[in-house]
């Protein structure tokens, strides 16, 4: 009987279904590689319920899906409580909060703003989302004056929500109003903006298993289930850290002649290799060619001599995979 690679149980064929090594929601490829009777059913449901979920909707790299074209813009969504944060940098509402939103108006995807407050300050509007606003000895420390027409900018929710959170915070503001949609705008199609977030645990157990998954395409179930890989299946499957970090997110390029920063290749890389020592299994993936997960998939695997050293290319733009050069 198959015996899944992550629950390490014994299951019949009709408890196995077809588990992708890279999820479809980042591209199908002519020629994807594809797990068969090696991720039970149980498995690959959780998976895409707790972790590729969050990989697609709520990472850098889920973003950028509809940056390049993979998903359609119809198909966006953001959740209520996002890893990822926008700060606008440029223009009128400089230092605004805002987040991404489809707008079939347009037919793609658009920054909407936060729920906030601006507070004026040595001349320049210092936000805060509306849940994190600071209390009036704060604004009062730094030089607020609340009796200065258009001394706040508030966006993103009702008057009442504003005064009920003004009034916890016992910040008092005789004239509240809020911007208008007229007076919110750039001036531009564009704007500069600062987007920062979050790389959790749960997108590393979502690179984890990519990478896990691409060893597993290649090798034999004997192979897959040895202890030496327990780590990193219990890592991906039950979220139990281990004493050292399995996975790291580094700022460098897969390929040899690629700049660590700047444009590359736009695809998705996924290596494997055993390390100097001779007894760790390494692999790397790096989603549109952005930032570059290294996972450990193993510290001590001493056996037979196994051809581990291989990578691929996933070319965004054919929807090819091709085999490739690994350092």
């Given at each position: 009987?198959?015996?899944?690679?992550?629950?390490?149980?014994?299951?019949?064929?009709?408890?196995?279904?077809?588990?992708?090594?890279?999820?479809?929601?980042?591209?199908?490829?002519?020629?994807?590689?594809?797990?068969?009777?090696?991720?039970?059913?149980?498995?690959?449901?959780?998976?895409?319920?707790?972790?590729?979920?969050?990989?697609?909707?709520?990472?850098?790299?889920?973003?950028?899906?509809?940056?390049?074209?993979?998903?359609?813009?119809?198909?966006?969504?953001?959740?209520?409580?996002?890893?990822?944060?926008?700060?606008?940098?440029?223009?009128?509402?400089?230092?605004?909060?805002?987040?991404?939103?489809?707008?079939?108006?347009?037919?793609?995807?658009?920054?909407?703003?936060?729920?906030?407050?601006?507070?004026?300050?040595?001349?320049?509007?210092?936000?805060?989302?509306?849940?994190?606003?600071?209390?009036?000895?704060?604004?009062?420390?730094?030089?607020?004056?609340?009796?200065?027409?258009?001394?706040?900018?508030?966006?993103?929710?009702?008057?009442?929500?504003?005064?009920?959170?003004?009034?916890?915070?016992?910040?008092?503001?005789?004239?509240?109003?809020?911007?208008?949609?007229?007076?919110s705008r750039s001036g531009s199609d564009t704007v500069l903006c600062e987007v920062t977030g979050i790389v959790d645990e749960i997108i590393y157990r979502a690179v984890a298993k990519i990478v896990f998954n691409y060893l597993a395409y290649f090798h034999e179930q004997e192979f897959l289930h040895h202890e030496a890989f327990d780590p990193i299946r219990k890592f991906v499957r039950y979220g139990e850290c281990t004493e050292?970090?399995?996975?790291?997110?580094?700022?460098?390029?897969?390929?040899?002649?690629?700049?660590?920063?700047?444009?590359?290749?736009?695809?998705?890389?996924?290596?494997?290799?055993?390390?100097?020592?001779?007894?760790?299994?390494?692999?790397?993936?790096?989603?549109?060619?952005?930032?570059?997960?290294?996972?450990?998939?193993?510290?001590?695997?001493?056996?037979?001599?196994?051809?581990?050293?291989?990578?691929?290319?996933?070319?965004?733009?054919?929807?090819?995979?091709?085999?490739?050069?690994?350092?």
């Amino acid at each position: 009987m198959p015996r899944c690679i992550y629950c390490q149980i014994e299951k019949g064929d009709e408890e196995f279904n077809r588990e992708h090594v890279l999820p479809e929601s980042f591209g199908r490829f002519n020629n994807n590689l594809t797990l068969i009777n090696i991720v039970c059913t149980e498995c690959n449901q959780y998976f895409g319920d707790n972790l590729d979920i969050h990989l697609a909707r709520d990472s850098f790299e889920g973003r950028s899906r509809f940056i390049y074209g993979i998903s359609r813009p119809e198909d966006f969504r953001s959740p209520r409580r996002s890893r990822i944060h926008i700060k606008i940098t440029e223009g009128p509402l400089k230092g605004m909060y805002a987040y991404p939103e489809y707008s079939p108006v347009v037919d793609d995807v658009i920054i909407m703003p936060c729920a906030q407050v601006g507070f004026l300050i040595d001349g320049s509007y210092e936000y805060f989302l509306l849940e994190e606003l600071p209390d009036a000895q704060y604004l009062e420390d730094n030089g607020f004056d609340s009796s200065l027409p258009n001394c706040i900018s508030a966006l993103g929710a009702s008057v009442e929500d504003f005064r009920r959170k003004l009034e916890e915070r016992q910040i008092d503001i005789p004239n509240l109003r809020l911007q208008r949609d007229g007076n919110s705008r750039s001036g531009s199609d564009t704007v500069l903006c600062e987007v920062t977030g979050i790389v959790d645990e749960i997108i590393y157990r979502a690179v984890a298993k990519i990478v896990f998954n691409y060893l597993a395409y290649f090798h034999e179930q004997e192979f897959l289930h040895h202890e030496a890989f327990d780590p990193i299946r219990k890592f991906v499957r039950y979220g139990e850290c281990t004493e050292y970090r399995l996975v790291e997110a580094r700022q460098e390029a897969i390929l040899e002649d690629e700049p660590i920063e700047g444009q590359r290749v736009l695809a998705h890389l996924i290596t494997t290799n055993v390390s100097g020592d001779g007894n760790s299994i390494v692999g790397q993936v790096a989603l549109f060619n952005h930032m570059t997960y290294r996972v450990i998939l193993s510290t001590n695997y001493i056996g037979q001599d196994l051809d581990i050293r291989r990578g691929h290319v996933y070319d965004c733009g054919a929807r090819e995979i091709s085999e490739l050069g690994v350092r």
